[in-house]
């Protein structure tokens, strides 16, 4: 499941020359971000943040301008203007198993829920923090849980078990249930990257 970085950065090249060659009206009208023509940028919310990727050079952009540091959050955001649907929410969260291919969960659990866990399990308050910075609300579930605007109209919610002498501390994290329309099964590990990146970076 590990997306190494010399394959994420050929996609993100071979991303870029299709997205150079896409219209925007198309990627506008698919995916829900707003495209303006005067500066040649699509505007996103990213954590509740503004975001931006350039057309036609596929370039990832902050609120003050600057480019994005990383490529993972750049072939994100290129991997959903040129692939993904907006779609509403009907309000449910349901885990990876039951969104996409179930013979993957436990690769995917080691790589997102279990580095959430160990990540911080014995930090809650840092936790806390984090996903507060991260726009996220506070959810009366697990020891600790809060749900985070992802990107556009995707949610994501991080539940959170502190462990004790009985039972080891455990994490789960929660789709909308709009994630597929967003994102292939594939695309999870990157997903997860980012999230969790920017958690621990929060």
Known sequence: MD???DRMRLLLRQDRAKF???KPEEVQRR????????TGLFALQMFGRKAAVTWPEGEALLPDGAPVSGDELSALLLGYLLRGHCAARTGAFLPYAQLWDQTLTAAFRTQSAQ???HGFAQM????ARACVSLGGMPLPMADRAFELPFLEELRVRLLLWEGGENYRP???ILFSDN???AFDAEDMPLVCGVLLHALEQA
């Open 115 to 117: 580095r959430l866990a």
């Open 31 to 38: 995916s829900g971000a707003v495209y303006d023509a005067d």
């Open 124 to 127: 809650p308050e840092t936790f």
């Open 170 to 172: 455990a994490a789960e």
């Open 3 to 5: 997306v190494s970085l």
């Open 179 to 181: 994630f597929p329309a």
């Open 20 to 22: 150079a060659r896409a």
